[in-house]
């Protein structure tokens, strides 16, 4: 067994498994109750994710390669404030789907970049609601609050309304900053990419229609060439000493008798 037939056979069940875990890590935020039934869920899949990543360690050609391309997912099984992150596997499944559907390669970045800042918005929004709903001082008593922090701090406007008062939101908040500078980055050099094609594909199309019309022009010359050089045949073949000797003279008159 290889690496790609190992991530092809555990993407689906990972990804399942993700939501599973995102459920249960909301339902114990949000509603508080079952706390000690999620809490084993959760600690289930993170196992299985464990596992999943220590056996695509070993089937990994070249490991350290794949080590420094999947630190995302190192984080995710290392820091317990990471492991919603393991439903960026939804945006490989969404990979795979891709490469039957033909999705271009701007679709797939596409598509990752808004499930990344989606989920980061509400992974994030989750785990300071969590730390920051209990604490003295605290102004992000609800989850609307927490999801309208989340948002303005990952977009960096940050008007500063709602902060953070514990350490571990104040980590929260760091992490979301930097993550939300490079997702914001993203977003710009895609809709600069996306302007730069429309630009050049419409030049290229103008190109072609100028091109078209040079094609027409010159079959026109080609053609008015043609024709004047037919002309020329038929006015030198006029011109010429046998067309004038097979042009019939007319009959000569016989001479009048002089003494008539």
Avoid at 157 to 175: E, I, M, N, Q, S
Wanted: charged residues 15%; contains cysteine.
């Amino acid at each position: 067994m290889n690496l790609k037939q190992w991530q092809k056979w555990t993407d689906w069940p990972l990804m399942i498994l993700a939501i599973v875990f995102l459920a249960a890590f909301s339902w114990q935020v949000l509603a508080g109750t079952y706390t000690t039934l999620c809490e084993g869920l959760m600690n289930a899949i993170w196992i299985v994710f464990i596992v999943d990543y220590v056996v695509s360690l070993w089937l990994a050609e070249d490991k350290w390669q794949w080590f420094t391309h999947n630190l995302i997912s190192l984080l995710s099984i290392v820091l317990p404030m990471f492991r919603p992150l393991r439903l960026l596997r939804l945006v490989k499944v969404l990979h795979v789907l891709g490469r039957t559907s033909g999705m271009a390669v701007r679709g797939k970045l596409t598509v990752y970049t808004i499930g990344s800042v989606s989920m980061l918005i509400y992974v994030s929004a989750l785990a300071v609601y969590a730390v920051e709903r209990g604490a003295e001082g605290s102004s992000i008593t609800d989850f609307p609050t927490a999801l309208w922090w989340a948002f303005v701090t990952a977009t960096t406007v940050g008007y500063g309304d709602h902060t953070p008062v514990t350490v571990y939101g104040k980590l929260v908040a760091v992490g979301l900053m930097f993550t939300g500078i490079a997702l914001i980055g993203m977003i710009t050099a895609m809709l600069a990419s996306w302007i730069v094609d429309q630009v050049n594909a419409e030049a290229e199309e103008r190109e072609e229609e100028a091109q078209s019309e040079t094609d027409r022009l010159r079959r026109d010359i080609r053609e008015l060439t043609d024709t004047v050089a037919a002309l020329r045949e038929e006015i030198r073949g006029l011109r010429s000493p046998d067309a004038s000797s097979s042009v019939p003279k007319p009959p000569s008159t016989p001479p009048v008798p002089s003494g008539l």
